[in-house]
């Protein structure tokens, strides 16, 4: 079995985790008695051999990523097995090993796809130059192989060639690493150049008055510690795979050529002086701090609730297609937002599509509003949702092995204005279509007050961007409020979809009557009058970010929202005279704790943000896995509706998966244990998507999802 399915798709922190799944070690792969402290000289490693250098490097009790026999040889042409190769990446960069391993051996190709994703390297699709053999690179390999060559970290075995077939070599590894790394640090570094690369995998480091020519990984050995860079210089990248909630900081004096943080929920700290040209939000739940003083000049972010904040300088942000939840409350930043969700200013918002520049910050520290502006699946109008994921991975960003370090730009303070509180204006309607043109006007600091009574039909809605899904949108508008007074009555027609979105207030004192249509509330819904309907066909869903109050009689089971609320979007029905909860419960879990928190309950389904075990028995009915998340199954897993996978599925001692006739299965990309029964794995990629004729179990064996009853369903 080839080792491709030891790759989780997704982005660089997440992918990282695939590389990490072994147990059992070689003898060489534990230090020899003995073994000098640098030095060490073997039997079988000949002075003039290429490999002569990187071996006595790294196998020393200093460097040691993989050790001798014990008995004086190291076996430089033995093949690695894919276990060895697993240890030998945990141990470069900090890693935990499994309970598990994979005594098969290793190819060049498939090595190469492991190395390049646990170096950070982006695939090359389009290499310039290739191999003589090109030919006979597996195509899943291909652009790893070439991101290899391109960074200079492997080359071929002569004549131009690669020999992907050939099995790859202890020799190899450690040659590898060679080439790509200079040290390893797991204690303060201080006043050193590094001509290629430094790996830093312990917490509480400091790297001070030091210039690393190559790459500088933080590598997972941090955990949530801290690393401290201080007057160093990065000409390549600054590549997050470790560090917390308060964690990496960047002082005075240092640049950094570009910064790509690959871990979910890292905090990153620019402070006064820094200066960085680049920095790629590759993880979920990032949060860049850039202090006054310090400088960035573009930012991209290509994954969900990142948040950019202070009131230093940062020229430009990006956000990319599938990126939601974005807050930028820096000041005087161009925005481009080319996501399908709003963007959060300290202000407002910035519209799918559109280019704003935030104003000015009035005492130079700009804060954090809170808030994600989530994208949620489209209510009522499908019964059971199911959020479509990510359909591919976002590699890692290109390598910069030696740039040139940028200059230190002249860092000019924004002007401080004198701040003018802003008070909601009121606005009178007195007809269906002026209410609508307002809220499709995006009008903010307003209050919508409604005259007289009025039915908002689909003729004068319509559909408003960017949520097609929705046909009257007042989304995410900071201090804005629709009132419908007492006395006055508004009706939507019966299909219609109307969406109250973050940061907004629908306040009634009078009647809302949804009358069959539907609405989602991600805000603040007021209701001292009455949310009625006039027919039952109708639902009424709240974001886990929604709050609400109100004394009408027609809203008292909506006073009983749960108080998990923070973790749930829940859905109503209007059934004779009153609200009641419909059992459609959405929870989004992006931590291991809310996973375990919801799983015993009668959830509708689930959007899976974080990497998990599933280590008790359970029966999801609509799971939607994004990019980047694997999911471990350690104990009996049944699918009841439909999974949708994105991310992975992983397997461990103990895991089952049982699909019954009536499962949906939509596995969008395959790693881990989901991968494509061409490849000789039985795996599951290959099930139909939308009905099973068979009930199946599958179990985890020697590192596959192995097919162990098959049953037809009558």
């Known amino acids: 079995m080839e080792n491709q399915n030891r790759q989780i798709p997704g982005k660089a922190g997440a992918r990282l985790l695939a590389l990490l799944l072994a147990l059992a070690l070689a003898a060489s792969l534990a230090p020899p008695v003995g073994t000098a402290a640098a030095g060490t000289e073997y039997t079988d490693v000949a002075p003039e051999a290429w490999y002569y250098e990187a071996i006595n490097t790294w196998s020393s009790r200093e460097n040691g990523i993989l050790f001798g026999y014990g008995d004086g040889s190291f076996g430089p042409d033995d093949a690695m097995r894919a276990a060895d190769l697993d240890i030998v990446v945990a141990r470069l960069l900090g890693g935990d090993v499994p309970e598990w391993a994979n005594s098969e051996t290793v190819t060049r190709e498939a090595a190469a796809k492991t190395l390049a994703i646990a170096l950070g390297l982006e695939a090359v699709n389009e290499p310039t130059e290739l191999y003589e053999d090109d030919e006979d690179i597996d195509a899943a390999y291909r652009p790893y192989v070439y991101a290899l060559k391109d960074s200079g970290y492997q080359h071929g075995v002569g004549d131009g060639k690669f020999a992907p077939k050939s099995t790859f070599t202890r020799a190899q590894i450690i040659q590898t690493a060679h080439n790509a790394v200079s040290a390893i640090a797991d204690s303060d570094v201080t006043d050193k150049t590094y001509e290629r690369g430094l790996i830093v995998r312990s917490a509480d480091v400091t790297v001070k008055d030091t210039t690393v020519k190559g790459d500088l990984i933080i590598g997972h050995g941090v955990g949530d510690g801290d690393v401290t860079l201080d007057g160093t210089t990065v000409e390549g990248r600054l590549i997050v795979y470790g560090g917390g909630s308060h964690s990496i900081v960047v002082k005075g004096g240092s640049k950094v050529a570009a910064v790509v943080a690959g871990k979910p929920n890292v905090h990153i700290q620019l402070e006064s002086g820094a200066v960085i040209q680049s920095i790629e939000i590759v993880e979920n739940g990032v949060r860049i701090t850039v202090e006054k003083g310090a400088s960035v000049e573009i930012l991209t972010v290509d994954a969900d609730g990142a948040s950019v904040e202070g009131g230093g300088t940062l020229a430009q942000v990006t956000v990319k297609p599938e990126a939601v939840g ?170 219609i979809t109307f969406r109250i979105g973050g940061g907004t207030t629908l306040e009634i004192d009078g009647t809302l009557n949804l009358a069959g249509a539907g609405m989602w509330v991600g805000g603040r819904l007021t209701v001292n009058g009455a949310l009625t309907s006039t027919t039952g066909n109708n639902g009424l869903m709240f974001d886990s970010k929604a709050t609400v109050n109100g004394n009408g009689e027609s809203v008292s089971a909506i006073g009983a929202f749960p108080a998990k609320s923070y973790v749930y979007n829940i859905g109503f029905a209007f059934n004779e005279g009153k609200w009641e909860d419909d059992g459609i419960f959405w929870a989004n879990a992006d931590t291991e704790e809310q996973l375990l928190d919801i799983v015993s309950d009668e959830i509708s389904g689930f959007n899976i943000y974080g990497s998990f075990d599933i280590t008790e028995p359970i029966a999801p009915k609509i799971w939607v896995i994004e990019d980047g998340v694997t999911l471990t199954i350690k104990s009996t897993f049944t699918v009841q509706g439909t999974l949708n996978i994105a991310g992975a599925i992983a397997g461990a001692a103990g895991g089952t998966v049982i699909i019954p006739a009536n499962a949906q299965i939509k596995s969008v990309l395959w790693g881990g244990g989901w991968l494509s029964e061409e490849n000789g794995t039985g795996g599951l990629h290959g099930l139909p998507v939308d009905k099973l004729e068979y009930e199946r179990i599958y179990v985890w064996q020697d590192g596959a999802w192995v097919l162990q009853q098959q049953q037809q369903q009558q």
């Open 326 to 495: 974005a807050i930028v409350t820096t000041p005087n930043t161009i925005i481009i937002n080319d996501s399908r969700d709003y963007v959060t200013t300290a202000t407002g918002v910035v519209k799918a599509g559109d280019t704003q520049t935030t104003p000015d910050s009035s005492d130079g520290n700009t804060s954090n509003p809170g808030g994600t502006g989530t994208y949620v699946p489209t209510y009522p109008n499908t019964p059971t949702p199911t959020p479509t994921p990510t359909l591919s991975p976002t590699p890692p960003p290109t390598p910069t092995p030696t740039p040139t370090p940028p200059p230190t730009p002249t860092l000019t303070p924004p002007p401080t204005p004198t701040p003018t509180p802003i008070e909601p204006s009121t606005v009178e309607v007195d007809t269906a279509e002026g209410l609508v043109q307002i809220i499709k006007a995006g009008t903010e600091n307003v209050r919508i007050v409604v005259t007289e009574n009025m039915t908002l039909t689909t003729d004068v809605v319509g559909e408003y961007e960017p949520f097609d899904a929705y046909d009257l949108l007042m989304g995410n508008r900071p201090n804005s409020t629709l009132y419908i007074p007492a006395g006055v009555t508004v009706t939507m027609e019966s299909g």
